[in-house]
């Protein structure tokens, strides 16, 4: 069975910019969640989907956002980008939430010049 | 407020011998424990995990104990192997509704190394 996938894997963006990122769960996982990877703070939940709805929601502005399809697959978006935005962003996908595990993508880093 | 913590950041030992990463919570609620392996530019893999209704799992070189009312964890790899080397994250989840959809909680993670 094939794992997370994300794509981009590397971007650069310019302040100010805005970027799209996206994920596609394991086949049958139903979930998918959002987290920033940086030096400083370590993994910090973003949001978490499941049925095209968002059901959880970490401590980020506004200017992070994203969105499920109905296939699952996920989107998140960064508008306005800071330099502070640079970071790894991973997705991570499980069956349903709560105690099923979930399983990682490779993530995507995204740099902010 | 950190409610997960790896108070070690790097843990060296020499191969065969055992490696044990330690973890600490403060969240009561918390009921569901995953420990991750990760290299870096690479997306965490799962070990193993364990539910509070148990304190210990096993998978192969892998055990994972839990002591609920120390609120502590700890993973055990035995024998270690220099394959073994990366950054080790334990997480947290508060289990099954509410504010807990999705939603894991990390330790900041600790660097093993192997020696062969």
């Known amino acids: 069975k094939a794992g997370v996938t994300q794509t981009p894997r590397y971007l650069i963006k310019t302040r100010g910019q805005q970027v799209t990122l996206s994920c596609s769960p394991i086949?049958?996982?139903?979930?998918v969640s959002w987290y920033q990877q940086t030096p400083g703070q370590g993994l910090q939940f973003l949001f978490e989907?499941?049925?095209?709805?968002?059901?959880n929601k970490g401590n980020f502005p506004g200017r992070f956002s994203g969105r499920q399809f109905s296939n699952s697959r996920s989107e998140m978006n960064v508008s306005t980008l800071e330099l502070g935005d640079s970071a790894l962003y991973l997705c991570?996908?499980?069956?349903?939430?709560?105690?099923?595990?979930?399983?990682f993508g490779p993530g995507t880093r995204l740099t902010v010049l | 407020d950190q409610q997960v913590k790896q108070n070690s950041p790097s843990l060296s030992v020499q191969e065969g011998r055992i490696s044990i990463l330690n973890c600490d919570y403060t969240?009561?609620?918390?009921?569901?424990f995953l420990w991750y392996k990760k290299y870096p530019a690479e997306g965490p893999t799962f070990l193993i995990s364990?539910?509070?209704?148990?304190d210990k799992n096993e998978d192969g070189r892998f055990t994972v104990f839990l002591n609920k009312s120390a609120k502590h964890l700890s993973l055990h790899i035995v024998p270690s192997q220099p394959g073994d080397s990366a950054v080790y994250f334990c997480?947290?989840?508060?289990?099954?509704?509410?504010?807990?959809?999705?939603?894991?909680?990390f330790g900041q993670g600790t660097i093993l190394t192997v020696h062969p």
């Open positions: 991570a996908s499980s069956l349903a939430s709560g105690r099923d595990t979930q399983y």
């Open positions: 086949s049958g996982h139903r979930s």
């Open positions: 989907y499941f049925s095209e709805t968002q059901r």
């Open positions: 969240n009561s609620m918390f009921d569901y």
């Open positions: 364990i539910s509070s209704i148990k």
């Open positions: 997480a947290a989840s508060p289990g099954i509704g509410g504010t807990s959809y999705g939603k894991l909680t």
